[in-house]
């Protein structure tokens, strides 16, 4: 993978973090209750939330249940702070 691969990645990665602490906050939920409500393990989340690791679609899938958000809506606006992103640096 070439270093502008990576740092899109890396871009995407950091957006779809930034929404779904967004999000969190909206929906005024906890990692608690998402780790009572999905599979998904509170260290896990934790790292998915800082951006310390990449999302995978089960877990994006399952996170967005709880609070009933479109994860292709959350993808979407994920995309569009990642392309903003670019831009900037």
Do not use: H, N
């Given at each position: ?54 999302v ?23 995309m ?10």
């Amino acid at each position: 993978m070439d270093m502008v691969s990576k740092t899109v990645e890396r871009d995407l990665q950091q957006a779809l973090a930034a929404e779904l602490r967004a999000i969190q906050g909206v929906a005024s939920i906890t990692v608690r209750t998402w780790v009572a409500d999905t599979s998904v393990s509170p260290d896990s989340v934790y790292r998915i939330l800082r951006g310390d690791r990449p999302v995978s679609v089960v877990e994006l899938i399952l996170l967005c249940q709880v609070i009933k958000e479109d994860p292709f809506d959350l993808i979407a606006r994920a995309m569009k702070r990642a392309e903003g992103s670019q831009t900037t640096t």
